[in-house]
């Protein structure tokens, strides 16, 4: 038990899907894991353990923004001993070619700043995800017919940005999408020989303005929960 984290020793598996929003982590619980169990629920942050396909998997909200995902993330890692931990969550298209409902696999993470910044000092660090993990999700969404795309994206650290120069930039160096909180999960998982990946679907697009139906959303982010899963289990 931690500061956040309310369960107990074992109760966390060493494989934790994390989407931002608690009610989000209920929903994948129940709808892809049996034998589920709510483990916590401090300060509103849901986290629930159960099995997939007889593997363990705990589904835990991070919160919104790198700075609430870092508290998660440590104390996953530092006193439940994650080993794997995959971001599923929404994020803003920002190429012409990615459209609503797609899914995007993060191979790197740009940003401005996180809460790793500051250890850094002048490096700029290149946050990415495991090999692995990205070679088993890109398969598991061949299989599926999925529309995926691969490379960068974008971690802000604000939702209502006002910089549409930086946003200019981003599309014209190719970043698929945004979104806010990848960057630092990649840098945790680096710092503590982890394995991490984000796997995002596309709800809304910054060049657009498009966004999509919240009664779609459910059917949509499915697909994305369940390469998720068929990635942290890949064979080796």
């Known amino acids: 038990m931690t500061i956040h984290i309310g369960a107990k020793k074992g109760e966390i598996a060493e494989t934790v899907l994390m989407p931002g929003d608690p009610y989000r982590a209920r929903w994948a619980a129940e709808t892809f894991l049996e034998d589920v169990e709510l483990v916590h629920e401090v300060r509103g942050m849901l986290g629930f353990t159960g099995t997939w396909r007889g593997n363990r998997v705990t589904i835990q909200g991070s919160g919104m923004g ?8 440590n104390e996953l890692i530092s006193q439940f001993d994650a080993q794997t931990l995959i971001r599923i969550g ?47 999700a890109v398969k598991a969404s061949q299989s599926k017919g999925s529309t995926t795309h691969v490379g960068g994206i ?12 930086l946003d200019e930039q981003m599309v014209r160096h190719g970043i698929l999408g945004v979104e806010m909180e990848a960057a630092e999960l990649y840098t945790l998982a680096a710092r503590h020989n982890r394995r991490a990946l984000a796997v995002l679907t596309v709800s809304d697009h910054l060049l657009t303005g498009e966004a999509l139906p919240s009664e779609d959303r459910e059917r949509t982010f499915g697909e994305m929960v369940e390469i998720a899963l068929e990635a942290a289990f890949a064979p080796a």
């Open 90 to 136: 929404s994020c803003g298209g920002m190429q012409k070619h990615v459209d609503i409902r797609d899914v995007i696999i993060a191979m790197t993470a740009s940003t401005i700043t996180s809460p790793s910044s500051s250890i850094f000092k002048e490096f700029n660090y290149a946050p990415c995800a495991d090999w692995s993990l990205l070679n088993a």
């Open 154 to 165: 974008y971690s802000s650290d604000v939702f209502y940005g006002e910089r549409p120069d």
């Open 66 to 73: 790198m700075p609430s995902l870092s508290i998660y993330v």
